[in-house]
């Protein structure tokens, strides 16, 4: 029923002013607002009145966003909607009116009365018509790993005790699907499980849930037949048939077909090595989609169709075996892309870039990848070499070499179904570097890398072997500093360790589980976290092949000049968590935590230069240039080494779209607060920026500001305003208008 306080239909254009919910106890206001379709002009802030959006729409109606009018109908449709979102969350007695109320002339009160009543809880959960697994521990993982069960009752029942919930059961159907998809019951479905809710007599809010399966039958691969064709936009050449069958391939009579086009330059092997099934095996749904993502990343193809069938279309369930169809387009073998972009960091510069690929070289996948690219920066400060300007020039060459699966020492693993897309990569890189207080004249770089994936959201990578020779030089503005603070000869030689030519040696392992859309950065988290041990080479080296029974932290430089290479023995970890969370249909917040460590041990004290924390710039610490907070509260001009040990940071971001496909991108506005800082570790010599529990939490930078993001749905353009709110490691004499720091680039800041 609506009430309404004689409203008349000669103007029914009313703005809906106000949105209240009154008797909710259960369910916030937040979640029931995006059930609701009726809904106000957003406000700023929340400030009653501060309807920007609806502003600048009545400026221009491609900005913000158009008036909220009230919509009897779609009231009456919310009241519905409303009514079975609570059915769906166990009040099944829940009773909703609303009040419709012109406050004023042309604006509109909506309140929602809502008698919530007492929720059903599920009390207990029964499978009938669960198959007998061969395997026993099949069926034992099935009720340990059910989602609604707690508690084991008898053989095929368990306690449950959680608020009866429509989306829970959803999500217990689709496990028991993919459960049963796993081991062979290919045609299962939606309609294959049914949930009776049986209220208990005495205690109509208890509820007790039989869950009836219907697996079908068992299925088995049949036939595989996957069809390549060439890239070639004239067509394809000459088709090249390989059928393979029996052991190892297939159970007989079942057999592999590959129709190859001979443009496409692959060979056999490498298509059927991404098969993950055996055809002629009980069918596992698993193993087909995995199949699927492994060609799907092979970059030289790309997957057009695949299906249960012997032609595109519905799965084929009418025998036994299920046949299995790929059909694969070759992509060009060859690909130059060339870079121009802009850059802001210290100052404002440029770069350009080009990079050659072949996806393909040897008919098996393997990518050869040869780039160049450069840029520079124009900046502007006390601290520059050439008075109050320096230019900051970078250009680094590479040569990387992809394999489509693990060499040695990780082969016996390229069919193991837990590590997906396997990948080797060699890659040999030179660079030369210009920064404010240090020069890199030359940056050698070998690295083995493997990698690969172990479900749709997680991966690993592994850096066997990354072993990097630099030459650094400090500018003469930094040494003068250092002689001008820096009374103490030892700490003078610490410092000046950081510019001698440097070997080091590095394994580092880090696990990555991604859960969102790397673009829009909505929903969902992200988390990284990576463990690594550097120097071990050099040391052996030291150790063994020059045979010295004290260590010095240094190895021949194999050079004419005849100085000796440094290095570092250290380990270092690192953990980085971030999480999404969608408050309404165009408002996302977002926070992230960071956390990290690096401790030297064996001579040499410090971490190298590369290997360090830094905070600071568009996507850390915004209230601070790039690399310019820290270590602790020292200020840049009282710098005596780059970087620090111990890193700590947090960040929060609340943003939302204030106006949809204006100029072809949507238009978001953010909020946001930044804090952290770097510090030198427990075994540096430097007192002053050092970690000491005691008192790091007083040395917080903190920054806040505001930002504006134009997303293409491709890309996003970041520009963000960030203020220090204190004056932690600011220069001496900062004004107050002068801690404002704007900061640009791509894509979110985390």
Do not use: C
Not at 37 to 49: C, D, H, K, L, M
Not at 600 to 624: K, V
Request: glycine share 8%.
């Amino acid at each position: 029923m609506v009430h309404a306080q004689q409203l008349t239909e000669e103007n029914d254009r009313k703005l809906v002013r106000t949105l209240k919910f009154d008797g909710n106890r259960e369910i916030s206001n937040g979640k029931l607002r995006t059930i609701t379709r009726t809904q106000t002009n957003r406000e700023v802030f929340g400030i009653p009145g501060a309807t920007l959006w609806l502003s600048l729409h009545s400026i221009y109606s491609g900005l913000g966003e158009a008036p909220r009018y009230l919509d009897r109908n779609m009231v009456g449709r919310d009241i519905e909607r409303l009514t079975a979102f609570y059915e769906a969350n166990g009040f099944f007695d829940t009773k909703i009116d609303t009040t419709i109320t012109e406050f004023k002339p042309g604006r509109i009160r909506v309140v929602f009365h809502i008698d919530e009543g007492e929720p059903s809880y599920m009390r207990t959960i029964a499978y009938s018509g669960l198959p007998d697994f061969d395997d026993e521990r099949v069926r034992n993982r099935f009720y340990d790993r059910s989602l609604l069960g707690r508690s084991v009752i008898n053989d095929t029942t368990l306690s449950v005790n959680r608020q009866y919930s429509v989306e829970r059961i959803s999500e217990e159907r689709n496990r028991i699907i993919n459960v049963l998809r796993r081991h062979g019951y290919a045609a299962v479905s939606r309609d294959s499980i049914s949930v009776l809710v049986k209220p208990d007599t005495d205690e109509p809010k208890q509820l007790d849930l039989l869950v009836m399966i219907k697996p079908g039958k068992i299925y088995y691969f049949g036939d595989v037949k996957m069809n390549l064709s060439a890239a070639e936009p004239d067509g394809g050449g000459e088709v090249v048939s390989d059928t393979l069958s029996g052991q190892p391939w297939t159970n007989e009579p079942f057999k592999i077909v590959l129709n190859i086009d001979k443009k496409a330059r692959v060979s056999s092997k490498l298509l059927y090595n991404r098969i993950l099934f055996t055809p002629g095996e009980v069918f596992n749904n698993d193993l087909y989609l995995s199949t699927v993502n492994q060609l799907q990343t092979l970059e030289m193809l790309s997957v057009q169709q695949f299906s249960l069938s012997e032609t595109p279309g519905l799965p084929d369930f009418s025998g036994t075996h299920v046949p299995v169809l790929f059909n694969l387009a070759g992509m060009p073998r060859h690909l130059i892309r060339s870079d121009l972009f802009v850059m802001q960091r210290l100052g404002l510069g440029a770069g350009a870039g080009i990079q050659y690929t072949n996806n393909n070289l040897f008919r098996n996948a393997q990518r050869l990848q040869l780039g160049i690219n450069g840029s520079f920066e124009y900046i502007t400060g006390a601290q520059t070499t050439l008075g109050d300007q320096r230019l900051l020039r970078n250009i680094e060459a590479t040569a990387s070499y992809t394999l489509p699966f693990f060499s040695f020492p990780f082969g016996n693993l390229n069919s193991n179904p837990s590590f997906l897309n396997p990948q080797t990569q060699f890659q040999i890189s030179v660079a030369q570097v210009n920064q404010i207080n240090f020069n890199i004249n030359a940056n050698f770089r070998f690295n083995l890398k493997f990698q690969a994936n172990h479900s749709r959201t997680t991966k690993s990578f592994l850096d066997l072997i990354e072993m990097e020779w630099f030459d650094a030089i400090a500018t003469p503005e930094f040494i003068q500093n250092i002689n001008d603070n820096v009374s103490d000869p030892l700490l003078v030689q610490r410092i000046l360790e950081d510019f001698r030519p440097q070997f080091s040696s590095t394994f580092r392992y880090t696990f990555r589980n991604s859960a969102t859309n790397i673009i829009k950065r909505d929903t969902g988290f992200y988390l990284e976290t990576s463990l690594e041990l550097g120097g071990t080479i050099p040391f052996l080296i030291e150790k063994f092949a020059i045979g010295r029974d004290n260590i010095e932290g240094t190895i021949p430089s194999f050079s004419l000049t005849g100085q000796e290479l440094s290095y570092s023995q250290f380990v270092k970890g690192s953990f980085d968590y971030r999480k999404y969370y969608k408050l309404a249909n165009r408002t996302v917040f977002a926070w992230r935590g960071f956390a990290g460590i690096a401790y030297p041990y064996g001579e040499n004290r410090l971490i190298p230069l590369n290997r360090r924390f830094f905070a600071g710039g568009a996507s850390d610490i915004r209230g601070w240039d790039p690399l310019r907070l820290g270590p602790g509260n020292v200020t840049q001009d009282e710098i005596t080494i780059n970087g620090g040990d111990i890193k700590l940071a947090g960040f929060l971001e609340l943003r939302n779209t204030f106006s949809e496909n204006f100029l072809s991108t949507d238009w978001i506005v953010s909020v946001f607060t930044d804090f952290g800082n770097i510090w030198y570790g427990p075994r540096s010599d430097f007192s002053t920026g050092k970690f000491e529990l005691n008192s790091f939490y007083k040395q917080i930078a903190v920054g806040s500001g505001v930002g504006l993001r134009l997303d293409w749905d491709f890309v996003i353009f970041r520009v963000d305003l960030a203020y220090r709110l204190n004056e932690l490691g600011t220069e001496p004499g900062t004004k107050w208008w002068q801690r404002n720091v704007l900061h640009f680039g791509i894509g979110h800041s985390f």
